[in-house]
């Protein structure tokens, strides 16, 4: 199953350096059946775009937790095997967690927002969690930096990217 894991670029470092993103029970994103069920009119290219912008919200959030982390959004894709993998309904009906570590190996790519999103990014991280709670104002600043596209990177490009940031 495709998988799509929120992430940070210290996070995208520490994949590197250790061979397996995080540490499981991993949250991530996955056309799951029951997004299938509700997003009956579209094909997969549109739902797994669906997923990426889940995740890089969370990623928001991860941002959020982490204030030394660079303000950009990081979204791991990998191919995980089925049997790892857990809807988890109800936070989401894309939502899914993987039980074990995921390898390197399985990475298929990484989605990165360029630098010049970082103004934007910060402001959504400072405002994630009064955006969860309810506030417009906050919300705006979220969907601010949703308006910046996500640059996609092979996997063996994932150490050149890291040197560059």
Known sequence: MRVYLPSTLTELRRL????????????????????????????????????????????????????????????????????????????????????????????????VDDPAAVPDVTLAADAVIEADLGSDDAAFRVEQAEGHELQWYASQEIGPLLELS
């Open 16 to 111: 590197l350096d250790n061979g397996v993103v995080g540490d499981p029970p991993l949250p991530g994103y996955a056309v799951t059946p029951a997004l299938r069920e509700w997003y009956a009119e579209g094909d997969l290219e549109e739902m797994e775009y669906v997923v990426l912008t889940l995740a890089a919200r969370a990623s928001v959030r991860l941002l959020d937790a982490d204030p030394d982390a660079v303000r950009r959004r990081v979204v791991v894709v990998a191919e995980v095997p089925d049997a790892l993998v857990t809807t988890v309904p109800h936070v989401d009906r894309a939502a899914v967690k993987v039980a074990d570590p995921v390898a390197l190996r399985l990475v298929q790519a990484v989605h």
